[in-house]
């Protein structure tokens, strides 16, 4: 059995990547490209939450659900993943008590956090895509509930990723290949 300090037990995992933006962004587009390109595994809150909660009325809805059942359902998603591979979530942390989790998370699994995109995005653009999208919970109170839980708890979120200099803002006005550029000459 290893002993503490030793190279096994003090091995560092794969980064991490965030990929954060409001509904409509092009968050998953993105993680997507990048998982692809990187050979990593992308962990999407919002998908993972549809596919584990499908049947619940908050999701049918459009809801957000409590910080205990979202890190629950990432947890579990987090625990069948690959330490050799680097992770990117797309659309998490949503909140402050969910950045301390994974923060915690990722500390614990000797995971670095190399870099989290704020995919910007005006209202404009952003209004464009979702009429596109098509979404059963991209109805209008549902969007408009996402984009104030966006301002309410996500902004204060990437203030601290920008206080502790790891994040990087990248301008999701653009076409999908010249935001993705833009976040691979940032890894590169």
Same mark, same amino acid.
């Given at each position: 059995? %290893?002993?503490?300090?030793?190279?096994?037990?003090?091995? &560092?995992?794969?980064?991490?990547?965030?990929? /954060?933006?409001?509904?409509?962004?092009?968050?998953?587009?993105?993680?997507?490209?990048?998982?692809?390109?990187?050979?990593?595994?992308?962990?999407?809150?919002?998908?993972?939450? $549809?596919?584990? /909660?499908?049947?619940?009325? $908050?999701? &049918?809805?459009?809801? /957000?659900?409590?910080?205990?059942?979202? &890190?629950?359902?990432?947890?579990?998603? #987090?625990?069948?993943?690959?330490?050799?591979?680097?992770? #990117?979530?797309?659309?998490?942390?949503?909140?402050?008590?969910?950045?301390?989790?994974?923060?915690?998370?990722?500390?614990?699994?000797?995971?670095?956090?190399?870099?989290?995109?704020?995919?910007?995005?005006?209202?404009?653009?952003?209004?464009?895509?979702?009429?596109?999208?098509?979404?059963?919970?991209?109805?209008?109170?549902?969007?408009?509930?996402?984009?104030?839980?966006?301002?309410?708890?996500? /902004? %204060?979120?990437?203030?601290?990723?920008?206080?502790?200099?790891?994040?990087?803002?990248?301008?999701?006005?653009?076409? %999908?290949?010249?935001?993705?550029?833009? #976040?691979?000459?940032? #890894?590169?």
């Amino acid at each position: 059995m %290893p002993e503490a300090g030793d190279p096994a037990t003090t091995s &560092v995992a794969a980064p991490a990547y965030v990929m /954060l933006g409001t509904v409509g962004s092009g968050k998953t587009v993105q993680a997507h490209h990048l998982r692809d390109v990187m050979n990593a595994q992308s962990l999407s809150a919002g998908s993972l939450i $549809r596919h584990h /909660l499908k049947d619940d009325p $908050r999701v &049918v809805r459009g809801e /957000l659900l409590p910080h205990e059942e979202v &890190v629950a359902i990432v947890g579990e998603a #987090i625990q069948a993943t690959d330490d050799e591979q680097p992770i #990117i979530f797309d659309g998490f942390p949503r909140a402050i008590k969910q950045k301390q989790w994974l923060d915690e998370h990722l500390a614990q699994h000797n995971r670095p956090l190399a870099a989290v995109f704020y995919l910007k995005v005006d209202e404009v653009e952003i209004n464009r895509r979702l009429a596109q999208r098509g979404r059963s919970d991209d109805t209008p109170q549902a969007i408009a509930r996402r984009k104030q839980w966006f301002n309410e708890k996500v /902004l %204060p979120v990437l203030e601290l990723y920008r206080d502790s200099g790891q994040l990087v803002e990248i301008d999701g006005n653009q076409g %999908p290949k010249a935001v993705f550029k833009q #976040i691979t000459d940032t #890894i590169n």
